[in-house]
Nanobody, 124 residues
Framework: QVQLVESGGGLVQAGGSLRLSCAASGRTFSSLDMGWFRQAPGKEREFVAAVNWSGSRREYSDFVKGRFTIARGVAQNTAYLQMNSLNAEDTAIYYC?????????????????WGQGTQVTVSS
């Protein structure tokens, strides 16, 4: 079993930055692929970014590419999502997820564990 706890969300002005953190416990962190997803009101959950267990492969959705960076700190058992140049369309609840499977990390169905989410609100 894996427990995931997100932090770092909040209110920021358009053009600003936030860094989300996802602390993992309960299983060897280095064996897990990590992903970030988000869900805005009235919309389905969508893929944001993913990083594989070794950190050698990163994937991004088109709408965050060049603005967001996913990383993992093995010593801290934590995954991060650095978000820059935020705009109002980035407003959502952001969820951290972990999986033991391999392959593309874009599908939410491939993840075994989920955090409770952290709210990000961007004011225009």
């Amino acid at each position: 079993q894996v427990q995931l706890v997100e932090s770092g969300g909040g209110l920021v002005q358009a053009g600003g930055s936030l860094r989300l953190s996802c602390a993992a416990s309960g299983r060897t962190f280095s064996s897990l692929d990590m992903g970030w997803f988000r869900q805005a009101p009235g919309k389905e959950r969508e893929f944001v970014a993913a990083v594989n267990w070794s950190g050698s492969r990163r994937e991004y959705s088109d709408f965050v590419k060049g603005r967001f960076t996913i990383a993992r700190g093995v010593a801290q058992n934590t995954a991060y999502l650095q978000m820059n140049s935020l705009n109002a369309e980035d407003t959502a609840i952001y969820y951290c997820a972990a999986r033991t499977a391999s392959g593309s990390g874009r599908s939410a169905r491939g993840y075994d564990y989920w955090g409770q989410g952290t709210q990000v609100t961007v004011s225009s």
